[in-house]
Nanobody, 115 residues
Framework: VQLQASGGGLVQPGGSLRLSCAIS????????IGWFRQAPGKQRERVSC????????YYADSVKGRFAISRDNAKNTVYLQMNSLKPEDTAVHYC?????????WGQGTQVTVSS
């Protein structure tokens, strides 16, 4: 199982980025996929996730209205569209696949929001 996150970078406050999580060895339609992030000196936190059961999405309060998660089952890829970025969004962002007790993490992609 591999989850390959990409799309991070340096962006000014108010800008946008789209993260991608390309997944192999895992059936996207049967697994919950989430985005997490970890800022220096802070615990890893859940940002957003999408359920394989009903397609519903969860967003942390800090990103509601700014971020949108989506899936492309044909490409086995999950995206996180991030708009109106703030300096406090600066963190390494990770994607995670899970089903029951099985959890798979990808490597992170750095997002830096700074002027």
């Amino acid at each position: 199982v591999q989850l390959q996150a990409s799309g991070g970078g340096l962006v000014q406050p108010g800008g946008s980025l789209r993260l991608s999580c390309a997944i192999s060895g895992l059936a996207l339609e049967k697994n919950n996929i989430g985005w997490f992030r970890q800022a220096p000196g802070k615990q890893r936190e859940r940002v957003s996730c999408t359920s394989s059961d009903d397609g519903s999405a969860y967003y942390a309060d800090s990103v509601k209205g700014r971020f949108a998660i989506s899936r492309d089952n044909a490409k086995n890829t999950v995206y996180l569209q991030m708009n109106s970025l703030k300096p406090e969004d600066t963190a390494v962002h990770y994607c995670r696949g899970s089903r029951g007790a099985s959890v798979y993490w990808g490597q992170g992609t750095q997002v830096t929001v700074s002027s």
